[in-house]
């Protein structure tokens, strides 16, 4: 039974499209993250929700929307996708801000 | 901001020798330190954890330091095997209470 799961595992499309992965944990836990891994496997964080609030959003464009209907889901949506779009998403969840984190398996997005 | 320097970038090992990793921060006030390890293909997962008032904590074959006067930590993976091999990240708290990421080391384990 898979703590963090998120869907689609693999994402191929052009350029100005919009797309949304989804995010899902089973663990219990309050805070949920968008973690982006670029080529070079840099993991920044991009988006922190703890009970369905915003509590932190780095310096990410507009373009990417996080929505959490309930403490359990996270999903993440990004209007006019860029070739710079194009890495491995990862959803996390811990059990408090600085807690351990458990890692989905992963979204890479490709941008053509 | 707060900031987190990982070297080596890559490191290669043959089976049974030592690997360490070495991690500095500039937050004085950052009071957690994990290590995350990430095979190929999947997410980053937790392999030990220390936190500000302890200078070390082992755990089988893998052990972490901590300085907190230099702001340096480090992972030390003893008689490694090739299943040690993956990508490992060290990560600090930032004053906002998440985690930040180094850039990842990625090991390899010749058999």
């Known amino acids: 039974d898979t703590a963090v799961s998120q869907t689609p595992k693999y994402l191929v499309t052009q350029m100005g499209n919009d797309k949304s992965i989804k995010c899902e944990q089973n663990?219990?836990?309050?805070?949920m993250y968008w973690y982006k891994q670029d080529s070079k496997k840099f993991l920044k964080i991009m988006f922190s929700?703890?009970?369905?609030?915003?509590?932190i959003n780095e310096t990410v464009p507009n373009r990417f929307s996080p929505k959490s209907p309930d403490k359990a889901h996270l999903n993440l949506h990004i209007n006019s996708l860029e070739l710079g779009d194009s890495a491995v998403y990862f959803c996390?969840?811990?059990?408090?801000?600085?807690?351990?984190?458990?890692f989905g398996e992963g979204s890479r997005l490709t941008v053509l | 901001g707060e900031n987190v320097e990982q070297h080596p970038s890559t490191l290669s090992v043959q089976e049974g020798d030592s690997a360490v990793i070495k991690c500095t921060y500039s937050?004085?006030?950052?009071?957690?330190f994990p290590w995350y390890k990430q095979e190929l293909g999947k997410g980053p997962q937790l392999i030990i954890d220390?936190?500000?008032?302890?200078g070390e904590k082992k755990d089988q074959r893998i052990a972490v330091t901590l300085n907190k006067t230099a702001k340096h930590f480090s992972l030390h993976i003893t008689e490694t095997q090739p299943e040690d091999s993956a990508v490992y990240f060290c990560?600090?708290?930032?004053?906002?209470?998440?985690?930040?990421f180094g850039k990842g080391t990625k090991l390899s384990v010749k058999p």
């Open positions: 990560a600090v708290t930032r004053s906002q209470g998440n985690l930040i």
């Open positions: 929700y703890n009970n369905k609030e915003l509590i």
């Open positions: 220390i936190r500000s008032n302890v």
């Open positions: 663990l219990g836990h309050d805070t």
């Open positions: 996390a969840s811990s059990q408090s801000l600085a807690g351990e984190l458990f």
């Open positions: 937050d004085s006030a950052s009071n957690y």
